[in-house]
């Protein structure tokens, strides 16, 4: 396998979303799929309120397909894809009946907490069952040094909390236009490098068929959008993340490579703890992209610079990982 097949899966799955897209938005508008905007948000986001959303269906049916054509062509589907593809089109079930209750059933709160944690959990454990059975490593690697720690049995807690936990973060960092697809395609770029240098191609291969699918949906998606991913989209996207970390054994790694997801999670944390504990809060908004939002800069310039940070982070991590 070569470099043209990395960019040739990313191509196919790129067309495949720019494709379907101008046939799946008006879809979507005919079916008065169109986002609810909460009131207590920018009020600059108000004029998107009706943009059709649910368009992950669109970056799920894409990948999916180029995932399993290519890697037909390709070499024999490993257990790993099929992993993969659980997880991504698990937690997108999930967000895809979260998005359905806001918008059609008319609850903009979607699932309850509850809810949502508990499908993310059965979703954690019947991945973790199937990953037990193909007897992969349950070894963590420190990123930039040589210790290691076999967690065993409690290898099952991490992946509980890297899924629910890399899920939520995802979800949360999906708030402006083209925020989460960029940021995405950064991550996942950085995992398909690394999956890449490992030799593990089926999960590289799965790991651009991803970039492709949101870069796709970004032409759609950047500002003004005309499409939002929704729950089914970002939801999605986090576990599929999380699953190839875990997979390619660079689970603590995920924190430097989706870097912006994690600062995005504590901006939220820190926001709550601080409005709790004293009744002040530390920023304007949370997460904190709407921070800097409501300090005066445009949504554009919010995204672009997000955009860098992601991009550093993800050389950083493929720096520690391979050179250091």
Do not use: C
């Amino acid at each position: 396998m070569n470099e043209k097949v990395i960019l040739f899966t990313a191509g196919v799955a790129f067309m495949i979303t720019v494709v379907l897209s101008p046939i799946f938005i008006p879809f979507l508008r005919r079916l008065k799929f169109g986002q609810s905007i909460r009131e207590e948000g920018p009020k600059s986001h108000q004029k998107k309120s009706g943009t059709p959303t649910m368009g992950g269906l669109m970056i799920l049916l894409s990948l999916s397909i180029t995932t399993w054509i290519m890697s037909d062509i390709f070499f024999e589907r490993t257990p790993q894809t099929y992993l993969l593809l659980f997880v991504t089109l698990g937690y997108g079930l999930l967000g895809f009946i979260d998005d359905f209750i806001k918008v059609v059933m008319k609850r903009n709160l979607g699932l309850t907490s509850k809810q949502k944690l508990a499908g993310q959990l059965l979703i954690a454990l019947i991945f973790y069952f199937f990953f037990q059975h193909y007897s992969i490593s349950t070894v963590v690697s420190i990123p930039g040094t040589n210790m290691s720690i076999d967690l065993g049995a409690a290898y099952i807690l991490l992946i509980i909390f890297m899924l629910v936990g890399g899920s939520n973060a995802v979800n949360l960092t999906d708030g402006l236009d083209g925020l989460l697809a960029g940021t995405a395609a950064i991550a996942f770029g950085a995992y398909a490098v690394l999956a890449w240098n490992q030799g593990q191609y089926d999960i590289a291969i799965f790991s651009v068929a991803v970039v492709g699918s949101v870069l796709g949906f970004l032409v759609f998606n950047a500002h003004p959008a005309k499409v939002f991913m929704g729950d089914t989209g970002s939801l999605a996207l986090g576990g599929a993340i999380v699953a190839i970390a875990i997979l390619t054994k660079l689970e603590i790694l995920l924190v430097i490579i989706g870097g912006v997801f994690v600062i995005e999670t504590l901006s939220v944390i820190i926001q709550v703890i601080s409005f709790k504990t004293t009744g002040k809060r530390v920023f304007r908004m949370s997460p904190l992209h709407h921070h800097y939002e409501l300090i005066g800069w445009s949504e554009w310039r919010v995204v672009v610079t997000f955009w860098a940070v992601g991009l550093l982070f993800a050389i950083l991590g493929i720096y520690i990982e391979v050179w250091v």
